[in-house]
């Protein structure tokens, strides 16, 4: 009997040997849900483009099953493109074992998201990170598709990226992230540490986030008129779905001839304000052409 027991205990461990029981995964998103996967998520539905382009940053690009319909075609062709408001009909058809998203498209998705959750789907609500939450946030999408080295490439990242530029002299820069009410970024924004990575000064440091963890904040007209005649040397406009606003819209502003000597300069807004490790390299390298287009040695 006990030969038996023994053999019985040995044929166990080399099956669990050779097929070792994988743990579940556990993660908390941003709406407060506690998700449990039982393996990696292989086929990912992201509906947030900052979400497909940080899982295509850490390695997780061929996981993506479908993008959203705001995603840049060029960075994901062939991957089918969903609208914003998906129902559950056209999710389920592409068999996605992980859904990622926003608050924000959450509250506009109730039914579908109740409807993917009863037929088995994992859905992720994760929100936009500021800076210093990047790591945590690429650190969950890690754990959620096993690559282990998600939050170590933003730190490698963040540490190549830096223009190596002095404190003194830098130009002084203010963003329009929305022209309704005229807002700015936050100090903890994304777009406030790209500004001061390609060597500019944000001139709006001290602007208040419109609620805890925002990237906008209200500065308004006579704020910057105000802030104009300490100097600004680059006026620069977020644009994009956030900021719909053309050259000549900002050209013909009743205040604009008091931004005085300032340049005027449009950048696209995944390139200044979208929380992307896949587009920061580039977000950093053009603003920096933009702050000094003539170059410049530094030490």
């Known amino acids: 009997m006990a030969r038996c027991l023994m053999r019985l205990l040995s044929v166990l461990v080399f099956l669990l040997l050779q097929y070792p029981v ?3 995964i556990r993660v908390s998103d941003d709406s407060g849900r506690s998700l449990v996967l039982e393996q990696t998520a292989g086929r990912i539905l992201s509906l947030y483009a900052g979400h497909s382009e940080n899982l295509l940053a850490i390695g997780a690009g061929d996981f993506l099953a479908a993008v959203s319909e705001g995603d840049d075609p060029h960075l994901f062709a062939g991957v089918p493109r969903l609208p914003f408001r998906a129902d559950a009909e056209q999710i389920l058809a592409l068999s996605p074992d992980l859904v990622l998203m926003r608050p924000f498209t959450e509250s506009t998705l109730g039914e579908t998201v109740r409807i993917l959750e009863k037929s088995g789907v994992t859905v992720a609500s994760l929100d936009p990170p500021t800076w210093d939450g990047m790591g945590p946030y ?3 999408l890690g754990i959620m598709t096993g690559i282990e080295s998600a ?3 933003w730190r ?7 223009k190596k530029v002095p404190e003194e002299g830098r130009p002084r820069v203010f963003l329009e992230s929305s022209f309704r009410g005229l807002k700015t970024c936050s100090p903890s924004s994304w777009a406030a540490h790209v500004i001061h990575l390609a ?3 944000n001139v709006a440091g001290g602007a208040q986030p419109l609620r805890e963890g925002s990237p906008l904040a209200p500065w308004g007209e006579e704020r910057l008129l105000t802030l104009a005649m300490e100097g600004i040397d680059v006026y620069l406009v977020q644009a994009g779905a956030m900021n719909p606003v053309t050259e000549q819209d900002v050209l013909s502003r009743s205040w604009i001839s008091g931004l005085e000597n300032a340049r005027i300069v449009f950048l696209p807004e995944e390139y200044i ?3 992307s490790l896949f587009r920061l390299e580039e977000s950093v390298d053009r603003l920096f052409k933009v702050l000094y287009p003539e170059g410049g040695v530094f030490p």
């Open 199 to 201: 060597g500019g000064v």
């Open 273 to 275: 304000s979208r929380p």
């Open 151 to 153: 939050e170590k490439l």
């Open 22 to 24: 994988q743990a579940e």
């Open 138 to 140: 690429l650190s969950k």
């Open 156 to 162: 490698e990242k963040t540490a190549a990226v830096a």
